[in-house]
């Protein structure tokens, strides 16, 4: 029998939760590899996250016991079920539901009018919500109960309450069931849109099943409702603090791309995704079992000074394939076109509307818990042209 590992933090502890980026920086450099008592290991160097997200083999993406598709799936598996997804993210798709992306996003941003908003209730989680639905071709009436139920999801995850966490899943895969059944239902008389389109979909020379297209719909809903409104919240806070990179902006739109994703290593929207380990494995010295969990902390390693120097140096020269924001490897988040347009637009439409963007003077974002990433609430003043 083995000693019981160390315990090295707590992860949910308040001095964390108060500020997860800060704390981060503050485990890199002194413990690169920490046991919790929650049993599982966090990883927060580059490095090590780029070697587990290299190595799937050793590092498995089959964490959870229910079905996730493609993302708790590890090859073969994987394979088809990853082939189908991306599908739906290619740059015809994109080009296609731009201007739909645009309206959306040039409609909520002209409903915030002028003077102080709180950004995060007032634009962000509504885009979240709108621009998925619009996506996936579902019915405004959904607009406030996927709100509600974001509401829900967030703060049952944070609780750790599992009875509530799977209550609300259910809840969750009755919107998705409901969709499909009107386009069965419908038949040849079904919207032309993602959902539809995804009923024709095969894998193995069979239909998906309704576990698996549920799963799908689902991973690709949550993450975009939860993660969108968070980077949403993240960019303009930044931008508020940061005139100067706003000017620039403003003259150069073409450079807003990029600029979302270097504002986005900075500061995470998505704090974590969990691996397991197949082997015992070695990182940064410490030994850890088969069958451990492991979390792969994007909210360091996008960070780590070996690799970026000053972790809060906006810079638009980096290399791209350093940041980590849409992960790496067989496992890269699949939506990350779909991400990168919606925030690209988003951005845009607000620096077109605007004169200037600006902090509240007396008034500071309030920081997410984890799970979550960002902010809870972002007061700006918007000056409108």
Same mark, same amino acid.
């Given at each position: 029998?083995?000693?019981? &590992? ?15 980026? @800060? ?7 002194? !413990? ?47 394979? &088809? ?51 998925? !639905? ?12 996927? %709100? ?7 703060? =049952?995850? %944070? ?21 499909? *059944? ?40 949550? *993450?975009?409702?939860?993660?969108? =409104? ?25 450079? +807003? *791309?990029?600029? !979302? ?19 015992? $494995?070695?990182?940064? *010295? ?6 451990? %969990?492991?979390?792969?902390?994007? @909210? ?6 070996? $690799? ?24 890269? !988040? ?12 988003? +951005? ?20 997410? @818990? ?16």
């Amino acid at each position: 029998m083995t000693d019981e &590992p160390r315990v090295d933090w707590d992860p949910r502890s308040d001095a964390v939760q108060a500020n997860q980026v @800060a704390a981060y920086d503050e485990m890199r450099g002194r !413990c690169p590899v920490a046991h919790s008592a929650y049993r599982n290991w966090t990883v927060f160097r580059h490095s090590d996250t780029v070697r587990i997200l290299d190595d799937p083999d050793t590092f498995s993406n089959a964490v959870s016991s229910h079905l996730s598709v493609p993302n708790g799936m590890d090859p073969p598996e994987h394979t &088809p079920f990853r082939a189908i997804n991306d599908r739906y993210f290619t740059p015809e798709r994109m080009a296609a539901f731009e201007p739909a992306c645009r309206e959306v996003s040039r409609n909520l941003v002209d409903a915030l009018g002028g003077g102080e908003v709180e950004i995060v209730a007032a634009l962000a989680e509504p885009f979240a919500n709108h621009i998925q !639905c619009s996506f996936m071709g579902w019915p405004d009436r959904l607009h406030e109960p996927l %709100r509600d139920w974001t509401r829900k999801n967030r703060e =049952a995850t %944070r609780a750790l309450d599992r009875a509530a966490m799977s209550a609300i899943a259910l809840e969750f895969d009755g919107y998705i069931r409901e969709q499909l *059944g009107e386009r069965r239902t419908a038949g040849r008389n079904a919207p032309r849109d993602v959902t539809t389109d995804l009923l024709a979909e095969q894998v193995d020379g069979r239909p998906l099943s309704d576990a698996e297209l549920v799963s799908l719909i689902r991973n690709w809903t949550v *993450g975009e409702l939860s993660t969108i =409104a968070s980077c949403v919240g993240i960019l303009v806070s930044f931008l508020a603090s940061n005139p100067d990179i706003q000017r620039h902006l403003r003259a150069e739109p073409d450079r +807003i *791309g990029a600029a !979302c994703d270097e504002i986005l290593r900075m500061q995470a929207p998505l704090i974590a995704n969990r691996r397991r380990t197949t082997r015992e $494995v070695t990182i940064a *010295g410490r030994t850890i079992p088969a069958d451990e %969990r492991v979390m792969v902390l994007w @909210a360091s390693a996008n960070r780590d000074e070996d $690799v970026f120097g000053d972790p809060d140096e906006f810079r638009l020269d980096r290399t791209p394939a350093d940041n980590l924001l849409y992960g790496r490897g067989i496992h890269y !988040c699949p939506g990350a076109p779909l991400a990168r347009l919606e925030l690209t637009v988003l +951005i845009e439409e607000l620096l077109a509307a605007t004169e200037s963007i600006d902090a509240v003077q007396g008034a500071t974002p309030t920081y997410a @818990a984890y799970p979550a990433g960002g902010f809870t609430s972002v007061p700006v003043s918007l000056q409108r042209r």
